[in-house]
């Protein structure tokens, strides 16, 4: 019998013993080691994607781990591969699909979210979902690979040239990921975090990170780009000042990358967009290249991850993870480990 963690309704989960079945043709089973909780299992948590999630369900789609066994014509995996999950599947006959886009398939269905996810100890899916890692990548880094390869799809999406400018709005995981990238890519990098701890993350990785609140971010640019302004700005806050800050930054044909998922639409000065010949693009999720890129980064050191994770807590403690998360303060990146659990935890 195994563990899993399960979404039940607006910030309720429990612990649950299952049996899991052998996998079946075309599957994989897979024993997760680390699963990290990010924004979107948040808003999960809180019930605002419930017109998605069929719960009672597991949720969960930063992961490592290693496969356990394998369905009956698998035969590039093998029992105690270390692995990630590209957690996508797409129908492959959609207009995005035909294009080549099948990140953004019409049907997608994101696992972790569409269908149960990785907060569990073991979790079958597709094979093709699976991205091998190197031995050597500690599997608590690897967990960041996920996040780590929306950072290189955005940075791509971007455009982002060595030499340019870039302003990055929010200072979360994937904004500092964001950053990052970006510097790895030979961009000269700001940040803009109002929360503390964040912007503290921030600069000890050696970004240099601004307060909204004590510093004209406008003005801090323009002095920084000798009145040029920046080549590029990412919106990875949600918020309707993000937005706006992330517009104003901007010089002449400057880029927008959308990253944040707004709840709502936002107010943004299109005027600005004339005047300036600015670009908008939006970034979602991520492909292949972007993933098998980010496990690079993250194993050969140049996107050191491992100073994003803030605690490392047993599977089963979950609930309060998420509660800890919500709250703010001092926290970035909790990670569940899968292999501990708390003693009489499970229902």
Do not use: N
């Not at 699909?97 to 100890?121: E, K, N, T, V, Y």
């Not at 955005?154 to 970006?182: H, S």
């Amino acid at each position: 019998m195994t563990l899993a963690v399960r979404y039940l309704a607006a910030r309720t989960l429990d612990t649950t013993r299952a049996d899991p079945s052998p996998p079946g043709p075309g599957e994989v089973e897979v024993a997760p080691a680390y699963v990290g909780i990010c924004g979107t299992d948040l808003h999960i948590f809180h019930g605002d994607m419930d017109a998605r999630v069929d719960a009672p369900t597991v949720v969960g789609h930063e992961m490592s781990g290693r496969v356990v066994r394998v369905g009956p014509d698998v035969t590039q995996w093998h029992p105690g591969d270390a692995v990630t999950v590209m957690p996508l599947r797409w129908d492959g006959t959609c207009p995005a699909c035909r294009a080549g886009h099948q990140h953004i398939c019409r049907h997608l269905d994101f696992i972790g979210i569409d269908s149960p996810g990785a907060m569990q100890q073991r979790w079958t899916v597709p094979a093709g979902t699976l991205v091998r890692l190197p031995e050597t990548l500690d599997l608590e880094r690897a967990a960041l690979v996920e996040p780590t390869a929306v950072a290189v799809h955005d940075v791509g999406r971007a455009g982002v040239q060595p030499g340019e400018r870039v302003v990055v709005v929010g200072g979360g995981p994937v904004g500092v990921l964001i950053a990052l990238v970006a510097r790895a890519a030979g961009a000269d990098v700001r940040v803009v975090e109002p929360g503390e701890h964040r912007r503290r993350v921030a600069q000890d990785l050696g970004l240099t990170a601004w307060d909204p609140a004590g510093v004209d971010v406008p003005t801090a640019v323009g002095e920084w780009t000798g009145d040029a302004g920046a080549d590029v700005a990412f919106e990875v806050s949600g918020a309707a000042a993000g937005v706006t800050t992330a517009v104003e930054v901007l010089g002449v044909r400057g880029r927008l990358c959308l990253v944040a998922i707004h709840p709502r639409p936002r107010e943004i000065d299109l005027h600005r967009f004339f005047w300036r010949e600015l670009t908008l693009v939006g970034a979602r999720l991520y492909t292949r290249d972007d993933f098998e890129r980010a496990v690079g980064l993250v194993a050969d050191g140049t996107l050191p991850c491992e100073r994003l994770i803030s605690k490392v807590v047993p599977l089963t403690e979950a609930a309060a993870a998420f509660t800890a998360l919500e709250g703010g303060g001092d926290v970035m990146k909790i990670l569940l480990d899968c292999t501990a659990v708390t003693p009489g935890a499970a229902t």
